[in-house]
């Protein structure tokens, strides 16, 4: 930028030479290793910055080369394209190239990227279907309110809907959804970051106006993010109204094509096994006390309908169990859990033989002295009701009922606080319910990061073996 | 609080704290003084700087604005890792200069 001095440009080459010094070491250690996504995924920070700043300074070549060097970065992180000998030996050439580009242009030259750029192009050539290079070259603009906000080749869109699940648009506002609420915009970005990819964000600055207006009321903040998770989780997880997100696809007007690209995608879904959690999530005292409350009541079998209640205590309806009246209506889907808990109007389980129910893909067997929970591969929201109700009936059964999370992937934190609440309300009938075979590190890391140690589960006077690694 | 040094129309603002809710009215009326008064090219030395939160991050995109509006730009030094990810993550960087901070 023309106003910009000097000295201003003479440290933003000091910067960016540091920055292409860490992507040469990440490339050299890159090739041969196995996190190829991990590496682009660094690297791609590094020239997103120095194509988005060489921008301010008018340096056309050097920006130019960044941007192709983004387009193949995405690729790799997206495994559409493998990090082998061709493309580090490719990407290590534009890196030298940006080195000269920098020293060029910042001293008055205009200089084309050249031969580096021919190399990138070269490597896509050879190496994806044409399909994939037309797409490559062909880019799609998500738009809100007709504002344009995100330009992403089609192919990019393509690779990161099959590497990291459905890409979304997110629109938070930093005053309403961050601030009061007590987050900083940091945080807010960490807990992103635990539940899907960043790709890119953009900050509406022309609604926040200059020193001379007032202290603005809102800041938008756009996230386009992918994520394994539905829209209802991702709500949860990140504390956004679900009229503040909507899916790429969606916003296109192409669900059938976004479907149908989506639709190969499983054996690359590198989500598997990942703990959902809020960012800085811990388990809810309100609400595991709720739901702890519900459990006792529905296994003094008082259930009536939608109602519960206790001989010393006024009926309790569900929406006073869990009163959260200025929540959106979609937050009330996970706050409703607890107070359901009534096997009494519980629909009836599939039977899987004479010992055996199966409650949705939850199985409860009681062909041995202790009744058994088998838990499937995900235990998130979507099996809140089988769970609850799964739970419910082995506890009236038995007064041992061991639970098996060995084959558990993942395991959200409402989840979490069913067993929690479960594992509290038995215990203080005196009933138990334990683990049974071995558990995985999703279900320990998910425990620890909503706070339960061995410390908060001896407080809590529950069984820490249940949910956390010897 | 704020430490400004003045050369023309180029002014560094030494901001002696974390650039959050409860310091950025007093912030915000001095870096408008500045702006009113001249000052096209704005850096804002954040060395002492470790947090920001949503209000003072608005605060600086309406300095950049502000400073944009007037031809000139605005210019973060020594910002901390941090923040200088935080910035960038969100692209701000398109719109004006971080510099990280240097260790020692």
């Known amino acids: 930028m023309a106003s910009l001095n000097d000295t201003v440009l003479s440290e933003f080459i000091e910067d960016a030479r540091e920055h292409l010094a860490s992507a040469e070491s990440d490339l050299l250690e890159a090739e041969g290793g196995a996190e190829h996504a991990e590496t682009a995924s660094k690297i791609l920070d590094s020239v997103r910055y120095l194509k988005g700043a060489s921008s301010l300074f008018g340096l056309r070549g050097f920006k130019r080369l960044s941007g192709r060097m983004e387009l193949v970065l995405e690729l790799v992180r997206g495994e559409a394209l493998a990090l082998e000998k061709e493309a580090v030996d490719a990407l290590l050439a534009s890196v030298d190239r940006l080195g000269e580009l920098l020293e060029l242009e910042a001293a008055g030259d205009s200089v084309e990227p050249g031969a580096a750029e021919d190399r990138l192009e070269e490597l896509l050539v050879l190496n994806l279907p044409m399909d994939d290079l037309n797409r490559a070259a062909r880019t799609r603009t998500v738009s809100h309110h007709e504002r344009e906000l995100f330009e992403i080749a089609e192919i990019i869109l393509d690779v990161t809907e099959s590497g990291f699940g459905t890409l979304y648009l997110l629109r938070f506002d930093l005053i309403a959804d961050v601030h009061r609420k007590g987050l900083t915009p940091l945080s807010l970005i960490r807990k992103m970051s635990e539940a899907g990819q960043i790709i890119d964000c953009k900050i509406d600055i022309e609604a926040v106006g200059g020193l001379a207006d007032s202290a603005s009321r809102n800041i938008p903040l756009y996230v386009l993010f992918a994520s394994n998770l539905d829209k209802s989780a991702i709500a949860a997880t990140l504390d956004i109204a679900t009229k503040d997100l909507w899916s790429v696809q969606e916003l296109f007007g192409n669900d059938s094509g976004g479907s149908a690209r989506r639709s190969g995608s499983d054996g690359r879904n590198k989500e598997s096994g990942k703990a959902i959690l809020p960012g800085e999530g811990s388990i809810d005292v309100e609400d595991l006390d709720a739901m702890e409350k519900a459990f006792d009541l529905a296994m003094q079998g008082k259930g009536r309908g939608n109602e519960v209640s206790t001989e010393d205590e006024e009926p309790v309806s569900v929406e006073s169990v869990t009163a959260d009246t200025d929540s959106e209506p979609e937050e009330t889907v996970l706050r409703d859990i607890p107070a359901a808990a009534d096997p009494v109007s519980a629909p009836e389980p599939d039977r899987g033989g004479e010992d055996v129910e199966m409650f949705g893909k939850i199985k409860v067997d009681r062909s041995s002295p202790e009744t058994v929970i088998t838990l499937p591969a995900n235990v998130t929201v979507e099996v809140a009701v089988p769970l609850r109700d799964a739970v419910l009936s082995a506890l009236n059964r038995s007064d041992t009922v061991a639970v098996d999370m060995s084959s558990v992937e993942r395991l959200d934190i409402t989840m979490l606080q069913v067993l929690v609440a479960a594992q509290k309300s038995a215990g203080s009938r005196g009933k138990t319910i334990q683990r049974v075979g071995d558990i995985s590190g999703t279900v320990d890391r998910c425990a620890r990061m909503a706070g339960l140690d061995e410390e908060r589960m001896r407080l809590e006077e529950i069984e820490a073996g249940l949910f956390l690694k010897a | ?104």
Do not use: K, W, Y
């Open chain 2, 1 to 104: 609080m704020a430490e400004v040094t003045r050369q023309g129309s180029s002014a560094t603002v030494l901001i002696g704290e974390d650039v959050v809710a409860s310091m950025a009215e007093d912030l915000r009326t001095e870096l408008r003084d500045l702006v009113e008064g001249g000052v096209t090219e704005l850096t804002l030395d954040l060395i002492q700087t470790d947090m920001l939160d949503s209000i003072g991050m608005g605060l600086l995109i309406s300095a950049h604005n502000s400073v944009r509006d007037g031809g000139g730009g605005l210019r973060l030094v020594n910002v901390s890792p941090d923040i200088a990810g935080l910035l960038r993550s969100m692209r701000l960087e398109n719109h004006f200069i971080i510099e990280e901070r240097r260790d020692g």
